[in-house]
């Protein structure tokens, strides 16, 4: 009996997938599965980095560094020191509580900043710039000054 063609066809784009990402066929699949994974609001405090609430929080949900790295499109090696200072800045664990998320997805665009993409996303779902800055617990001068980045992009 002969193989079913997309079985076949999914068996080596997970071979390629393997290689090219140096990781195993149950990694990517639990990754497919988490794409769909939602940030909560709650998450950004006065005390980390917007990548450093985001790292934190992944982390705390059970996503190994490799996998916050492909989610993120992100090296490895950069996000486990982000992991280690969002730690020691904020050893609790993060807050989770709130019921408005947003789309890790949105963070694999490269060409913005993780603050960038996440001021952007917002904007665009309509949020007020004051409204952000209260999300993110942000000053609302650095929330319009990274909008003006945004804009020259």
């Known amino acids: 009996m002969s193989e079913n063609p997309l079985f076949k066809e999914i ?20 990754i497919i599965g988490k794409e769909t994974t939602k940030i909560p609001f709650s998450i950004f405090n006065m005390r980390l980095g917007s990548l450093e609430g985001i790292v934190k929080y992944l982390d705390e949900n059970g996503f190994s560094l ?3 790295s492909y989610l993120l499109n992100r090296e490895v090696k950069p996000l486990r020191t982000t992991l280690g200072r969002a730690n020691r800045k904020y050893p609790w664990e993060l807050d989770k509580s709130s019921k408005k998320t ?18 952007s996303h917002l904007h665009k779902k309509g949020f007020t710039l004051t409204e952000i800055s209260g999300i993110l617990k942000r000053d609302y001068q650095t929330i319009w000054t990274v909008m003006q980045r945004i804009k020259k992009k």
Request: charge should be positive.
């Open 11 to 30: 068996k080596q784009d997970l071979k390629r997938l393997e290689k090219k990402y140096d990781l195993n066929a149950k990694e990517i699949l639990n």
């Open 102 to 119: 947003i789309p890790i997805s949105i963070f694999q665009n490269k060409k913005l900043s993780v603050l960038e993409n996440l001021i």
């Open 66 to 68: 490799k996998e916050i």
